[in-house]
């Protein structure tokens, strides 16, 4: 696991799910591109902010899919 993850119990996943706000989830994204030149760092970097978009509404999904299946 990276550094600063974190394991959510089951029984919290299932409190966060049923509850109708959405959830507080924070995934610290580190990248060393020491020595990348200058357009690998951009590209990189413009990866790192399409997932930051994207995150929210996978995880969403995934707990509403997980909701309706009853998993949480």
Known sequence: MPVGARVTP?????????NDSMPSI???ISIDA???DPASAMRAEQ???Q???ELPGIILSVLTEA?????I
């Open 10 to 18: 089951a029984s919290e996943s299932r409190r966060m799910a049923a």
């Open 26 to 28: 924070n995934i610290p």
């Open 34 to 36: 020491t020595g990348a």
């Open 47 to 49: 990866a790192v902010d």
């Open 51 to 53: 997932l930051r978009g």
């Open 67 to 71: 909701k309706a299946r009853r998993i």
